[in-house]
């Protein structure tokens, strides 16, 4: 035998014994337990809140609200940059029918945008159902038995806030004695502190704002902000009653016809 196959047969030799040496009692016991553990971490059923739901599937509340109406509407329902849903008097006012249009079609050329898929949206009509029917269970709850029947949410399709059928002038007078308090004879001031160019009254805001969102904020105030609503409104000022359904719509005509207005262009001076 030449030297090379001596070599390579002790080589055999010694890899036989090494497999040997470790196919020892005390061995064998450790890889079976080693592998009896692989085997249970990867045989364990697979949690069903780890698979993948697409998102016309979503059919949660929670998860629907958060994903597109929180970042307008606050996670709670309140203290976002719109309006509150969290608020049992919107919610006396609004149908379930109006809640749904709103959410499908949104509000055209304002800040609400239409969430319906057929109007170019995300969420399918079962999801939008799904939005509505959270948003009555969350938040609805009872006024006191002594709250008076509030006004409608929307006067009309053709003119929601009914603005055309209001009396600007009697509104301006309505401002000065119900809102100027807080926002300032310019609505360009709150509780005496200047806000600058901004304000309820701005051309800025108003581009911001619908008809409808103005009566409703006169009607519902804003809560989560300590803005009262129309009846606690009146009755903190020189009225010492509630707002009336004319003396709404003359408030809404004039804040409306205040944004509007054209700003007054500079005059140059010759030096």
């Not at 307008?72 to 006396?92: E, I, S, V, Y």
């Not at 006024?143 to 003119?159: F, K």
């Not at 709150?190 to 009254?201: R, T």
């Amino acid at each position: 035998m030449t030297n090379t196959r001596r070599s390579r047969s002790r080589q055999r030799l010694g890899y036989s014994r090494g497999v040997q040496s470790l196919a020892t009692p005390s061995t064998q016991t450790w890889i079976g337990s080693l592998l009896l553990l692989a085997l249970l971490a990867g045989c364990g059923k697979p949690d069903p809140a780890d698979h993948y739901v697409r998102p016309e599937q979503v059919m949660d509340f929670a998860k629907l609200f958060g994903q597109n109406c929180s970042g307008c509407h606050g996670m709670d329902g309140q203290l976002g940059p719109a309006p509150p849903l969290n608020d049992p008097l919107f919610q006396m006012i609004i149908s379930d029918s109006q809640i749904s249009d709103l959410i499908h079609k949104g509000r055209e050329g304002y800040a609400m945008p239409a969430f319906a898929i057929a109007e170019g949206g995300p969420l399918s009509d079962a999801q939008i159902q799904v939005i509505v029917d959270g948003v009555r269970k969350q938040w609805k709850s009872d006024l006191p038995a002594e709250t008076p029947e509030p006004p409608v949410y929307q006067v009309s399709q053709d003119d929601p806030a009914g603005v055309r059928d209001g009396n600007v002038d009697a509104g301006k007078k309505l401002f000065t004695t119900v809102c100027m308090k807080c926002h300032g004879a310019d609505g360009r001031e709150a509780d005496g502190q200047s806000s600058g160019d901004g304000g309820i009254l701005s051309h800025a805001f108003g581009e911001l704002v619908s008809d409808q969102l103005i009566r409703r904020i006169i009607i519902t105030g804003r809560p989560d902000l300590d803005m009262p609503d129309y009846v606690e409104l009146g009755k903190q000022s020189d009225l010492k009653r509630p707002l009336t359904e004319q003396e709404i719509i003359d408030l809404a005509a004039y804040v409306r016809s205040a944004q509007h207005a054209p700003k007054p262009v500079p005059q140059r001076v010759a030096l």
